[in-house]
């Protein structure tokens, strides 16, 4: 399934790591993402998870995700998986990691899930963004710093999207005059909070079981934002029991209405789906935005 000078390159980066030499005997798609190809290698030690990509289309996606990824293991909140290599070859680039193996969740998956989420949250930063641009799937995501929540998501996230789906005619004149009677409101709208480390790109796809049963997140877009952005994301495709939120609430309680919020948070990752993937979700964002006429 790989080129050959791919995969020797593979189980030389391994060994390297491993401190033995590593022979691949299996690769395997694994199928569930969006953007990259993705595998698992069985070889004569262990099992491991490597995504590629083409390398000059998406320049340093892999170590922006695991500069990512480091960020939400540092915090100690919740399992992330150990990057075990990146690199580039042959224009193919590539991130290898620890392979997840999933079990079925234990009884108290979703408790702990909402307690390590709110844990995950309670590390802040003196401002909203963070110190380099990331991506969210494969669009460019900026992170530039602000004091002010509402600043931030307008600047750097929903403008930022408009901008692009303007750009690439995805988007009416109209709808976008609605978003700016929004930006009016959003100071209203939004409780003050700290900055909060978020995820940043919770669907369902991005968590996983693992072995024994507790959470695993992954492939994340990670910045200091609003809290609420995650909590809502979580629930824009489903996928997340309603016992993680009780739970979450217990731990770390969320400010008075957030549900009415949920919405306005996801208007974010609704339009980074019209960029990616079309005009099919473009409804939804006018439905949304039609509400502050
Ligand atoms: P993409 O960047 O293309 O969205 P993901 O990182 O979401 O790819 O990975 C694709 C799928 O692979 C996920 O939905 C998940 O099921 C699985 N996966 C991700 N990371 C691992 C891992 N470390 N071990 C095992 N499976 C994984």
């Known amino acids: ?15 390297d790591k491993i401190e033995r030499t590593i022979l691949i005997s299996e690769v395997n798609a694994v199928s569930g993402g969006s953007i990259n190809n993705a595998y698992c290698l069985t070889t004569n030690h262990d099992k491991y998870f ?3 990509n083409q390398a000059d289309r998406y320049p340093e996606m892999f170590e922006k995700e695991a500069k990512g990824l480091d960020l939400l293991r540092e915090s100690g909140a919740i399992r992330i998986p150990d990057v075990i290599g990146l690199g580039e070859f042959d224009n193919t680039s590539f991130l ?29 930063n003196s401002t909203f963004g963070l ?5 969210i799937g494969s669009l460019y995501q900026q ?15 929903l403008q930022a999207q ?37 995820h940043g790109d919770l669907w369902s ?30 629930k824009l495709f489903g996928g997340f029991d309603d016992e993680l939120y009780d739970s979450y609430n217990k731990c770390y309680p969320m400010e008075k209405g957030w549900e ?22 473009l409804g939804q964002v006018k439905s949304i935005v039609s509400k502050f006429d």
């Not at 399934?1 to 060994?15: D, G, Q, R, T, V």
């Open 1 to 15: 399934m790989f080129a050959i000078n791919f995969h020797n390159k593979i189980e030389a980066i391994l060994s």
């Open 50 to 52: 490597i995504k590629k």
């Open 96 to 124: 290898i990691m620890e392979f997840i193996e999933s079990a079925t969740q234990k009884p108290n998956f979703w408790k702990q899930f909402g307690q390590q989420l709110a844990q995950l949250h309670q590390n802040t």
């Open 131 to 135: 110190d380099h641009s990331n991506y």
């Open 143 to 157: 992170n530039n710093p602000y004091n002010n929540w509402t600043d931030f998501y307008i600047n750097e996230r």
């Open 162 to 198: 408009l901008k692009l789906a303007r750009d690439n005619n995805q988007i009416d004149i109209a709808t976008i005059s609605k978003f700016e009677n929004l930006y009016k409101r959003l100071d209203e709208i939004f409780p003050k909070e700290s900055p909060a480390l978020v």
């Open 205 to 234: 796809g991005n968590f996983m079981v693992d072995e024994v049963g507790q959470p695993v997140i992954m492939d994340p877009a990670v910045y200091y934002g609003h809290r609420e952005m995650d909590l809502a994301m979580t």
């Open 260 to 281: 009415n919020r949920v919405d306005i948070c996801n208007l974010y990752p609704l339009m980074v789906h019209v960029n990616l993937f079309g005009g099919g979700y």
